[in-house]
């Protein structure tokens, strides 16, 4: 059974999301304005057409359900996608709702992303298990943003009687898109293209800079994974994988077919044993993953060696939940130069393989 993408976002089991946004919409109203369906876009087709005249708009933009056009500066931006709020704030937009996934913060506007909102009132928060077409529609959307989900195409049609959609681009996986293609996306439906260059080369430049200062990454094996039907093991498509790779780390051979066409797959507890890489992140506190798992995962060189980061989803075992581990998930424009400063040195410490080198549990 393939688990939602929240059931196993810290490894705790303790938040889970239906799957599908299928599932989750409900009586669609009717609406006026809307997507300009083209049919499917084709590889090749340029990710967004905009007027010869130098104007911002009409833009139209392609993504796996066609192309959306977009007539004005959008005011009205609602998230069903569940991180894409970092991005519009990147960019100088605050949504008027967002789609709850981490439950961390008030509006899910997060402390990496809190200076870009001024003196805008948070947005309102839908509910990700049951997302009501009324509810979006009292929103008065001028743009539905629905890039990081796992939206089907009776459900991009359904929205788009509200308000121009724009769905994940072609040829990724559900909750697979890259997070620089997802701001790119954005920006070119705000009308703001080379903003979003900009804002894209920016925060490539931390990543290239951080791999640099750090060639000992480069080659070497790393995997994040989190105690879940046995072992859920997050794939290469994986939004968190991509930061791996844009470090220097390959994502080990061994499993680069987990999950098939999905962010990821499990190994029965039996197998934890194989979870044995120059670097292994765990998405839990070290003492669930030893009881939920056996202990099995401690009898690995990774362990032993003192390879091993631990992404607790609570802090101190607390009930407050861990901002380092709703960072770690929401890997955005916003998101990833607050956790490079803390994940870095992480990497540093595990990578070296001496036991000696304590790597730190972010407790924040």
């Given at each position: 059974m393939q688990p939602s993408r929240r059931h196993v976002l810290t490894g705790t089991g303790a938040l889970t999301l239906s799957a599908g946004l299928g599932a989750l919409l409900t009586a669609c109203g009717s609406g006026s304005g809307g997507s300009t369906a083209s049919g499917p876009a084709t590889s090749g087709t340029k990710a967004v057409d905009r007027p010869a005249d130098g104007k911002s708009f009409p833009v139209t933009v392609q993504h796996k359900y066609g192309a959306t056009t977009i007539k004005s500066a959008p005011k009205r931006v609602v998230c069903v996608g569940l991180l894409e709020q970092d991005s519009l704030l990147a960019l100088g937009v605050v949504p008027v709702g967002v789609t709850t996934w981490l439950g961390a913060a008030k509006g899910e506007i997060y402390p990496w992303a809190k200076g870009k909102l001024g003196d805008s009132p948070l947005p309102k928060v839908l509910d990700s298990k049951k997302i009501n077409i009324e509810e979006i529609a009292a929103l008065k959307p001028d743009l539905i943003v629905a890039i990081y989900s796992d939206l089907k195409q009776a459900d991009y049609t359904k929205l788009s009687q509200l308000a121009p959609t724009i769905a994940a681009p072609k040829g990724h996986v559900d909750w697979g898109t890259p997070w620089d293609e997802t701001a790119q996306l954005i920006a070119d439906a705000l009308g703001k293209h080379?903003?979003?260059?900009?804002?894209?080369?920016?925060?490539?430049?931390?990543?290239?800079?951080?791999?640099?200062?750090?060639?000992?990454?480069?080659?070497?094996?790393?995997?994040?994974?989190?105690?879940?039907?046995?072992?859920?093991?997050?794939?290469?498509?994986?939004?968190?994988?991509?930061?791996?790779?844009?470090?220097?780390?390959?994502?080990?051979?061994?499993?680069?077919?987990?999950?098939?066409?999905?962010?990821?797959?499990?190994?029965?507890?039996?197998?934890?044993?194989?979870?044995?890489?120059?670097?292994?992140?765990?998405?839990?506190?070290?003492?669930?993953?030893?009881?939920?798992?056996?202990?099995?995962?401690?009898?690995?060189?990774?362990?032993?060696?003192?390879?091993?980061?631990?992404?607790?989803?609570?802090?101190?075992?607390?009930?407050?939940?861990?901002?380092?581990?709703?960072?770690?998930?929401?890997?955005?424009?916003?998101?990833?130069?607050?956790?490079?400063?803390?994940?870095?040195?992480?990497?540093?410490?595990?990578?070296?393989?001496?036991?000696?080198?304590?790597?730190?549990?972010?407790?924040?």
């Amino acid at each position: 059974m393939q688990p939602s993408r929240r059931h196993v976002l810290t490894g705790t089991g303790a938040l889970t999301l239906s799957a599908g946004l299928g599932a989750l919409l409900t009586a669609c109203g009717s609406g006026s304005g809307g997507s300009t369906a083209s049919g499917p876009a084709t590889s090749g087709t340029k990710a967004v057409d905009r007027p010869a005249d130098g104007k911002s708009f009409p833009v139209t933009v392609q993504h796996k359900y066609g192309a959306t056009t977009i007539k004005s500066a959008p005011k009205r931006v609602v998230c069903v996608g569940l991180l894409e709020q970092d991005s519009l704030l990147a960019l100088g937009v605050v949504p008027v709702g967002v789609t709850t996934w981490l439950g961390a913060a008030k509006g899910e506007i997060y402390p990496w992303a809190k200076g870009k909102l001024g003196d805008s009132p948070l947005p309102k928060v839908l509910d990700s298990k049951k997302i009501n077409i009324e509810e979006i529609a009292a929103l008065k959307p001028d743009l539905i943003v629905a890039i990081y989900s796992d939206l089907k195409q009776a459900d991009y049609t359904k929205l788009s009687q509200l308000a121009p959609t724009i769905a994940a681009p072609k040829g990724h996986v559900d909750w697979g898109t890259p997070w620089d293609e997802t701001a790119q996306l954005i920006a070119d439906a705000l009308g703001k293209h080379d903003e979003g260059v900009k804002l894209v080369k920016s925060v490539k430049g931390d990543l290239a800079a951080a791999k640099k200062a750090h060639p000992q990454f480069v080659g070497k094996t790393a995997v994040v994974a989190t105690p879940y039907e046995g072992a859920y093991i997050y794939g290469p498509s994986d939004i968190r994988s991509q930061i791996q790779h844009a470090l220097g780390f390959t994502f080990p051979a061994k499993f680069k077919d987990i999950g098939g066409k999905t962010f990821g797959g499990s190994i029965s507890a039996e197998r934890t044993k194989e979870i044995d890489f120059d670097v292994v992140v765990w998405l839990d506190s070290p003492a669930s993953v030893k009881s939920k798992l056996g202990g099995l995962y401690e009898q690995t060189k990774a362990y032993k060696e003192g390879r091993t980061i631990y992404v607790p989803s609570s802090v101190s075992d607390s009930k407050k939940a861990s901002t380092y581990a709703s960072a770690f998930s929401m890997v955005t424009p916003l998101s990833i130069p607050w956790v490079l400063k803390r994940y870095v040195p992480q990497l540093a410490a595990a990578v070296d393989g001496k036991p000696s080198t304590k790597v730190k549990i972010i407790d924040e």
